[in-house]
C-alpha cells in the first residue's frame, strides 16, 4: 500500500503485548459493570458507587465549584450526569460525552401475575427493538425497584446469582411448529405471547388460584411486597446470563446490554483518569435511547442542558455552548461475515479496529442525522492520532437496508457540536451481544484524549 492509500488499523498491531495485558485487566472491570447494571437504574447507581469512591459528591445548583471539583447529577433515578471542573472559564465550552445505559428488555405490565392451566406467568410489554423470537427458551432474570407508598423502595434481582432461580418464555416443540414456522419472522412471536414462566406448585391453604397465590407468597416472603405494590413497581425481564469471555483467545465478550454500556464505561472510566482538565468534562448516562429519548430522563428532556447552565456559572451559557463539544458514544454495527449481504464492505466497521466514528446516522436520504461538520471531525482525528488512538469510520449497514439514531441530534438541538463514535458489535439488541475487548479499552484512551486535548 502506497503512502496516498488509507486503510483501517488492527488494534492487534498496535497495541503492545503489555498493552494488551492491560486490555485484558479494563475488561474484567467493564464485565462487573455489566453485571451490576443490567437495567438503567442499576447500572446509574453502580456507576454513582464508583464515582463516589473517586471523590465525585452529588451537584448543588447554585453552588460555587472550583477547577478539579468532581460532581455527578442523578436524574430520576435512571440517568446521569458526572462532571469534573476544568480550570478554563465555561465560555471555552464544554468537553462532552454522551451514552446510553438503557437497553432493549421486556418490561413487566402494571397488572403481571395470573395463572393458567396449572402454571403462573407474568405479562410482559417488550421495550426498544426487540426481535421477539430471540427472548424464548432462554434463562432469565427478573430486575427492578418496587416503590412504596411510604416512600421506601425494594430493589428486585432475581436470576442473574447461578444459586438463583431462572424464569423463561416456552417456545413451541419443533413437531407441533408447522404453522408456527411458516410465518415470517417478524409476526411468529406475538407480543402477548412473552409471558414469563413463574412456577407450578400451589399454595395449599387457598381456595383457588393456589398456585398464583404460591408466587405472591413467595414475592411477600422474599421482599414483602403484595400484588397491589406491582402496580407501582418498574420490573423487567433481561437475560439472566452474566457478561462471559468469547473465544479460546479470550478477545470477545459476549453479554447482555453492551448497547450502549460498551461506550458509556469507556466515557466514564476516562472521566474518572481526568483529574486536572483545562475545559469542563463531562460525560452524560442518558436513558430511553431505544425508545427515542423520551421522557424525563431521556436526551431530549432539559436536565442535561439545566446542569450546562449551572455550570455555566454567571458566565454567558450561549457562549459556552457555541464552544463546546460532544462525542455521541452509541454503537456501531460491526461487518458481520455470516450476513454480508447487508453490510456495504467499505464503508463498515470491523471488529479490533477501533472505536467506529459515524459522520451522520439516520436512514434513507441520512432523515433524521446529525451530520457532524469536517472541520470538528478533522480536530477530533488530530487529537486521536496524537493519543495513538485507532479509529475507523463507518455508515449503519447498506444504503435504504434500515439505519438507525442515537442522542446526537438532540445534543446538536442545543447548538453542540457532535459526533457519534462507538464500539461496533455484532448481534446489536439481541439478549447476548459482542463486542471486542481491544475496542471498548481503544474507546476509554479515545474519551480520555478527548477530554483533556479537545
Ligand atoms: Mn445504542
Ligand atoms: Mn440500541
Redo the contacts with the bound molecule.
Keep these: 500500500m502506497s503512502d496516498l492509500s488509507y486503510q483501517n488499523k488492527n488494534a492487534f498491531d498496535v497495541l503492545s503485548e503489555t498493552e494488551l495485558k492491560e486490555v485484558q485487566e479494563y475488561c474484567e472491570g467493564y464485565k462487573k459493570f455489566l453485571d451490576n447494571g443490567k437495567t438503567e437504574r442499576f447500572c446509574v447507581s453502580y456507576a454513582v458507587s464508583l464515582a463516589e469512591k473517586e471523590g465525585f459528591v452529588p451537584f448543588v445548583d447554585g453552588k460555587k465549584y472550583n477547577p478539579g471539583d468532581k460532581v455527578y447529577h442523578v436524574q430520576k433515578n435512571h440517568a446521569a450526569i458526572f462532571a469534573v471542573i476544568g480550570s478554563e472559564s465555561p465560555e471555552k465550552g464544554f468537553n462532552i460525552t454522551a451514552a ?1 445505559v438503557d ?2 428488555r421486556l418490561d413487566l405490565k402494571p397488572s403481571p401475575l395470573y395463572e393458567d392451566n396449572g402454571m403462573a406467568y407474568f405479562k410482559t410489554h417488550y421495550y ?2 426487540v426481535r421477539k423470537y430471540q427472548w424464548v427458551t432462554r434463562p432469565l432474570a427478573l430486575c427492578g425497584v418496587v416503590c412504596k407508598k411510604d416512600g421506601t423502595s425494594v430493589n428486585i434481582n432475581i436470576g442473574s446469582d447461578p444459586e438463583d432461580p431462572i424464569f423463561m418464555i416456552t417456545d413451541l416443540l419443533p413437531h407441533l411448529a408447522k404453522d408456527q414456522s411458516q410465518k415470517p419472522l417478524a409476526g411468529a412471536f406475538a407480543g402477548e405471547s412473552l409471558n414469563i414462566l413463574l412456577g407450578s406448585e400451589p399454595e395449599k391453604n387457598e381456595e383457588k388460584d393456589k398456585i398464583r397465590e404460591n408466587v405472591l407468597k413467595a414475592l411477600n416472603q422474599k421482599y414483602g411486597i403484595t400484588e397491589a405494590d406491582l402496580l407501582t413497581a418498574e420490573i423487567t425481564v433481561v437475560p439472566a446470563e452474566n457478561a462471559r469471555d468469547l473465544g479460546f483467545d479470550r478477545s470477545l465478550i459476549s453479554a447482555y446490554g453492551h ?2 454500556r460498551v461506550c458509556a464505561y469507556p466515557c466514564f472510566t476516562a472521566l474518572l483518569k481526568t483529574t486536572a482538565p483545562k475545559k469542563t468534562c463531562v460525560c452524560v448516562f442518558a436513558d430511553k ?2 425508545i427515542g429519548s423520551v421522557g424525563i430522563s431521556g436526551l431530549r428532556s432539559d436536565y442535561m442542558t439545566n446542569f450546562l447552565l449551572a455550570l455555566c456559572d454567571g458566565y454567558n451559557s450561549r457562549v459556552a455552548f457555541a464552544n463546546s463539544a460532544a462525542i455521541s458514544s ?2 456501531a454495527a460491526a461487518f458481520d461475515p455470516n450476513y454480508p449481504e447487508v453490510f456495504e464492505r467499505r464503508n463498515s466497521a470491523f471488529i479490533n479496529c477501533g472505536p467506529a466514528i459515524c459522520k451522520y446516522t439516520g436512514h434513507g436520504g441520512k432523515s433524521g442525522a446529525s451530520d457532524a461538520c469536517p472541520e470538528f471531525i478533522a480536530k477530533l482525528l488530530g487529537i486521536f492520532d496524537e493519543a495513538n488512538v485507532i479509529y475507523q469510520f463507518t455508515e449503519l449497514g447498506k444504503v435504504d437496508q434500515g439505519g ?1 439514531g442515537t442522542v446526537s441530534q438532540f445534543i446538536a438541538d442545543r447548538n453542540i457540536e457532535v459526533i457519534d463514535i462507538g464500539v461496533a458489535m455484532l448481534c ?2 439481541a439478549p447476548c451481544e459482542v463486542a471486542a475487548k481491544t475496542d471498548i479499552y481503544m474507546l476509554d484512551r479515545l474519551c480520555e484524549a478527548f477530554y483533556k486535548n479537545y
Design positions: 446510553h437497553a432493549p426498544g427493538g448497547d450502549d435511547e431505544e452509541d454503537v438507525g446489536m439488541h
